[in-house]
């Protein structure tokens, strides 16, 4: 009968830590879950790819709305690229960012990096963020804008 007892306490002590575990999950994600991500982007028109861009994405995985206020990009020594007047297409700020959306924001990489050589820093040093109406600001995993070798690449009248 011991034995019985035991395992009983067992199993009533592992269901209510998995759900104690699952309530607190449920808990995190029941507001807003934004995660941010820099890449690049080449724009095309009818005739010709433009000019490089880097773009800054925030992404919300959770439940609840939240608003993207601004947005930019991070100097090692904690100065900020303040974007004012993103590349056209960009969306407009404030954005909502609903649950599942997105919203992308976009500078010219040469601004990017005339910046770096300005402030003697590297691309693979910036790190993107939003900053939200919240009060938070959220970082991307990643440093860098992931610049391929030899920017800034000749464009293509001058080959």
């Known amino acids: 009968m011991e034995i019985a007892g035991l395992i009983l306490g067992i199993i009533g002590t592992v269901t209510g830590v998995g759900a104690l575990a699952w309530e ?28 490089p861009l880097t773009s800054v994405t925030a992404t919300n995985s959770g439940r609840a709305p939240v608003t993207v206020t601004s947005w930019g990009l991070q100097l090692p020594d904690g100065q900020t690229m303040f974007v004012q007047q993103p590349f056209p297409g960009s969306d407009k700020l404030p954005y909502r960012l609903e649950q599942g959306a997105s919203g992308t924001w976009r500078i010219e990489t040469t601004q990017v990096a005339e910046t770096c050589r300005a402030q003697g820093t590297g691309y693979a040093d910036l790190r993107g963020y939003v900053n939200l109406a919240t009060g938070e600001t959220v970082y991307a995993r990643r440093k860098g804008i992931q610049l391929a070798p030899g920017f800034p690449w000749p464009k293509a009248a001058e080959q």
């Open 24 to 51: 607190v999950i449920t808990w995190k994600r029941s507001g807003p879950v934004v995660r941010v991500k820099v890449t690049q982007a080449l724009p095309t028109y009818s005739d010709h790819v433009g000019d």
